[in-house]
């Protein structure tokens, strides 16, 4: 089974807001950081966010002011909810505990 899922892509026009959601299993996420990667097509991975244990946060400069990254340690869960969104934010968005990747949820963006 996964051990990293992602949900919450779709598509939205420019300025709209998605929330993604991430469920990790115990022995990945429990004292570890966080990431949200993305890949926008034919291009490399990229930092979106990520969240220590602790609660303390990055952002990359393309997102910061625009997204934020949260997570619930008793349920496992991380989060990223995204405002304001440009079409430059499509991309594959990804849930990393390094090395684990989950599956995807794609990010569409129309303008």
């Known amino acids: 089974q996964a051990q990293l899922v992602e949900s919450g892509g779709g598509l939205v026009h420019s300025g709209g807001s998605l929330r993604l959601s991430c469920t990790a299993a115990?022995?990945?996420?429990?004292?570890?950081?966080m990431f949200w990667y993305r890949q926008p097509p034919g291009k490399n991975r990229e930092v979106v966010a990520h969240?220590?244990?602790?609660?303390?946060?990055y952002y990359g400069d393309f997102v910061k002011g625009r997204f934020t990254i949260s997570r619930d340690n008793a349920k496992r869960m991380v989060f990223l909810e995204m405002n304001n969104l440009k079409p430059e934010d499509t991309a594959v968005y990804y849930c990393?505990?390094?090395?684990?990747w989950g599956q995807g949820t794609q990010v569409t963006v129309s303008s």
């Open positions: 969240i220590s244990d602790s609660g303390d946060t």
């Open positions: 115990q022995n990945i996420f429990n004292r570890h950081i």
């Open positions: 990393v505990r390094p090395p684990f």
